[in-house]
């Protein structure tokens, strides 16, 4: 039962620090006049081969462990 509540907040951190992320990339696309953020996030992806989203990233990482 510990390992099921510890396991949910670890979520709701990892999910509140992910929003946090879309909110500061919004933040600095508005403050420096970069354009859409989804634009920017999208083209960190391709240059990076990374995924800014954690659900993304550990679903690539696994399909490229096989």
Known sequence: MKIEKDNNHLHKIIDKFYDTVEKFIDWICNKFGIGESKELVRNFEKETH?????????????REKI
């Open 50 to 62: 990374s995924f800014i989203n954690p659900v993304k990233k550990i679903k690539h990482e696994n």
